[in-house]
Each structure stands twice: as structure tokens, then as C-alpha cells.
């Protein structure tokens, strides 16, 4: 037998993490590693945040289960919260990013099933962009390492070039129902769409009487100084879903619409056992709080400026290694001349942690409670690594 236990389906790094505290990751060895990961913008407030641990400790406690059949206050509460903070009207709780995703496409296709329309079904999508590992969301990519194997893929979904208006129009046929968009690529290069062209979709799908669809899953909750990144273009999709940072590591991923999108969504529709479980939402609830509270998010902007310049003096000062930066609040990448995976190699030498994205990008994905001490940190080592791959020139 050569597979693994575990499938392998990731090339997992040869480090085992014991322990996680703020901004930083233990080994099982003691090393203490500067987490700019932060489980791909997940553990947004660091790792063992104490707010969050007491919330989950009390809940533990509490109540694990209670099924979807009945209600809890921690859930009503919380869809209640992202109701107020945003543009929806409505909330159902999954258990990951990709389940949210696919909530948001089976409520499009009802939305128009259940206005009499069902021959719109079809959703444009954009290159390079990442929903998830399902059937419809690796249809929706058509990622070649993604798709790879695994066709017949779902028919449905229409890819256009990323910020490409004029593609999208070419693109709208009478079955469409939706575009689909993050306001900022996160797998797919850390690229922002700017306020325009989202202004601008939000407009052709008013006149083409379509559904904007927005994947906040790793942008979204905090991540760009907004609590959702859409907010910085003033326009509201009819659907948006989230994850990630929402339960700060405990699995939790949401689909909020419009209550005229949800409108086919009625009971017996959809549904999901553990989704938005009493723990799951004890942590959302908790995450909600630390970042409402006032002026957290106002730091989170000063924070991602601050790390910003400290990225462009980097690009500055090694012309031969990073040609640019990219992103938007504490979600930032380094546009590589090196094979970015070296860079990643480099830096984790040094002790830190940072992930590729796609077109050659490094992403920096600090907690959101970072430091500038923290910020200095990481731009020292950056450039200590920077200048060792200078060497190997
Ligand atoms: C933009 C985006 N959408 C969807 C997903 C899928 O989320 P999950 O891995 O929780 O299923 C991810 C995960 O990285 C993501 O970044």
C-alpha cells in the first residue's frame, strides 16, 4: 500500500502545527512560524482568539445539535445580525465555502423556475475565478487541474475574461439567469474588480432583468476593511455567499439573497444537517462582535495601507524578485518573478507562512488583528528571503 491514510490530494507541507496564538503557529517541535495564511483567511481574528474561545467554551457546554427542524437563538440571531449589516433579507447557514456557493446557484435557477421562467439557468462566471471543489463550482471556474477527470461537467455556466464588460454582454443569451463575480480574486491572483465594472454589472443586470451573484467567501467579513469587500463600490448584489472568517476556523459558510431572489425558496427546498449549528453560530455571533465593535474595521483599513507601502518598498527594493503588489485591506499579494512556490519555500525558511494565488502572485493574509509590529516583521523577512533567492540568481 503507497496512498497515504489521509487522501492525497494536497501536497501538504512536512510541519505539523501544535498550537496557534494571535499572529503566530507552534510546531509539534516548539518552532513558532508568523501565520500570513491564516488557513486562507479563515482564523481572521488569530488563532484562539479569547472572545471567541470563551463563546465556544460556554456553547460546548450548552448545546451541539439541535437539527434544522427547530430553532435556536444563537441562529435566528445571527441571521438576524447579517440581515441588519447588509443587504439581505434573508440567511441559510452551511457548514463550508462550497455549500454556501452552491445554495446561491440552486436559489438562482428557483428564482426563475418559480417566476415562470426556467429557461434562465445559466450563470457567467470569470477566468481564473475559484468557487469551491463541487460539480457547479468546478464548472463555473473550468480550471483545467480542477476539471481535469472529472466531466461530464455541468452544463450552465458561461466563463468570460475577468473585468471584461463588453465579454460579459457577448456572453447574455436568453438563458441566462445570473453573473456571478468576487469583487476580489483571491485563488485567482489577488486581483480587485474595480468599483466600476461592479457598478456596471449591477447595471446590466438590472436592465437584462439578472441576478448578481457575489462570492465573499474569502474577501468577505472583514478582510478588505469592509465587513464585506462589495461595500467599498456601493452595490448590493441579489445574492451573496460567505464563509471562512465567519466562524474564525469552526466551519460555518452562509447564503444571504434578497427576499425577491429567495423568493422560490420555500420549505423543503434546501436544507442541511449541521448547517448553522448551535456552536457554528455561537462562533459567528462571536466573530460579529469583535468585528462591529467601533472602530475595528477603520483599523483593519489602516493596517492594510500600512502593510501595502511596506510591500511596495519591498517591490522597490527587489525589482528582480516582485514586480508588484495587488489586493485590497489585510488581503495582499506580491506579484513574483520567481516561481511563486519558491518564494512561499523561502519565507517559510524564515519562519513565516504566506500561500501562491494564481498568475505568479504570493498572498499575504495576515489575522486581521495583526500588528504593525507584526507587519515589520514580516516585511523584514520578506526581504531577508528576497535578497537569499537574489543570490541564487
Ligand atoms: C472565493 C472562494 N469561494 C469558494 C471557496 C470554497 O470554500 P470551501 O473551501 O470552504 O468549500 C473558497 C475557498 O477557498 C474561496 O476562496
Redesign the pocket.
Known sequence: MTISALMPVYNRVDLYFERGEGAYLFTDKGERYLDFVAG?AVASLGHCHPQLVAALEKQAKTLWATSNLFKTHGGDRLAQRLVDLTFADTVFFQN????A?ECGIKLIRKYFSSIGQPQHFRVISFQGC????SMT?IAASKAEKMVSGFGPLIDGFDLVPWGDMDAVRAAITPETAAIVI?PVI??GGMKAASAEFLRGLRALCDEQGLLLYF?E??RGTGRTGKLFAHEWAGVTPDVM?I??ALGNGFPI?ACLATERAAHGMVPGTHGSTYGGNPLATAAGNAVLDVMTAPGFLDEVVRKGNYFAAALEKLVATHPKIFTGVRGKGLMQGLVCVPQNSKVVAALRAEKMLAVEAGENTLRLLPPLIVTEAQIDEAAAIIDRAARKLEETL
Open positions: 486562507i463550508s465555502g462550497v455549500e456557493w475559484f468557487h469551491g471543489r463550482a468576487e483571491g485563488e462570492d467567501i474569502q455567499c464563509a471562512k459558510g
